[in-house]
């Protein structure tokens, strides 16, 4: 296996079934300090940067609040607008990270262009982590995920992801990338226009993951293990900053919402959802309350898992 150390985080395409075994583990060992709310030294000589070309809630403070755990520093920006990357002079991502490289030892980067991380990364001498580019992937959240998915049903291999909303999005290609290095079954539910794109597909069948669709969650909640969510009612991820208007609020049809009423009626009695939020109203707040719901758990298992990934670039854990 490869180490982590100095390493980019930029895809889980190419990550080995015993990379993400190794950082489960790693996870679980630090996961008690997140539990007990505490902050040690691991990587009190350290300091991250943030550069956040879109907004960002769960994504950035989960990285910062690993950083600070673990005892490390954090600087950067969390609005591209303020800075020279975003405003009249559009200064590049090549410029722009050998400025940041100077200034920490990581960088976690977020962008509306799919790409730039990576892009980012042939720049600069320091590690540098995807949070999240475009309509790419979102290694970080997948990895949290999993890491939600293995800690709620004790596996993974066996069982059945019932994925639902915006194929387009970067999780979604994220988790089918994970996917093909265990031994699970993905069922997608989209809109057409928002659907996996063929050879998003067969990419994923040459490596043994053959994603099965359905037209109407009701058709299938029966067979889900995992319900992983999407809106479908989406913002423009290939823009910087798209602040919404009364009139572009839409309603998702019934094909693609999970409500109280559905669970109770289908839904496997051990089945969990996921859901990286924000959401609209493909999943109402009442769901909150039943014994389906896990995305409090997977936000909280986001600082976990990026303290792992921090700790393990960093070189602080092997």
């Known amino acids: 296996m490869r ?11 190419g990550f080995e079934r015993a990379e993400f075994e190794h950082v489960f583990q790693v996870a679980d060992e630090l996961e008690p300090i997140a ?39 954090v600087t950067g920006f969390a609005d591209a607008k303020m800075t020279r990357a975003g405003d009249f002079y559009q200064e590049s991502i ?38 999240g580019d475009g309509w790419g992937e979102h290694p970080t959240q997948v990895l949290t995920d999993l890491y939600t998915v293995l800690t709620e049903k004790g596996t993974i291999d066996g069982l ?9 999005m970067r999780t979604m290609h994220s988790l089918a990338y994970a996917l093909t290095q265990f031994d699970a079954r993905m069922i997608s539910i989209a809109p057409e226009s928002m659907s996996l794109t063929d ?21 299938v909640i029966d067979q889900a293990d995992v319900i992983y969510m999407e809106p479908v009612v989406q913002a423009d991820y290939t823009k910087g900053r798209d602040e919404r208007s009364a009139d572009k609020v839409g309603v998702t049809p019934d094909n693609y919402k999970v409500t109280r009423e559905l669970l109770a009626q ?8 996921l859901h990286s939020l924000p959401r609209m109203d493909e999943l109402p707040p009442d769901v909150d309350a039943t014994k389906y719901s896990r995305y409090w758990q997977e936000a909280y ?11 393990l670039v960093l070189g602080a854990m092997e």
């Open 35 to 73: 539990r007990e709310r505490r902050n040690v030294d691991l990587l009190s000589e350290k300091t991250l940067v943030t550069a956040f070309y879109q907004p960002s809630t769960r994504t950035r403070l989960a990285h910062e609040a690993a950083m600070h755990r673990l005892g490390g520093h």
């Open 94 to 131: 090549k410029d722009t990270v050998h400025m940041l490289e100077y200034y920490g030892d990581a960088i976690v980067m977020r962008h509306f262009q799919q790409g730039a991380p990576q892009e980012a990364a042939k720049w600069a001498s320091i590690p540098v982590i995807n949070a």
């Open 3 to 13: 180490s982590f150390a100095g390493r980019d985080i930029l895809s889980l395409k």
């Open 199 to 219: 050879e998003f597909k067969e990419e994923v069948a040459e490596q043994n993951l053959f994603i099965e669709t359905a037209d109407h969650i009701a058709d």
């Open 301 to 311: 298992n986001g600082v976990v898992m990026r303290m792992a990934l921090l700790s």
């Open 266 to 273: 289908k839904a496997k009695s051990d089945a969990i959802i």
């Open 160 to 168: 059945t992801f019932v994925a639902i909303g915006d194929m387009r």
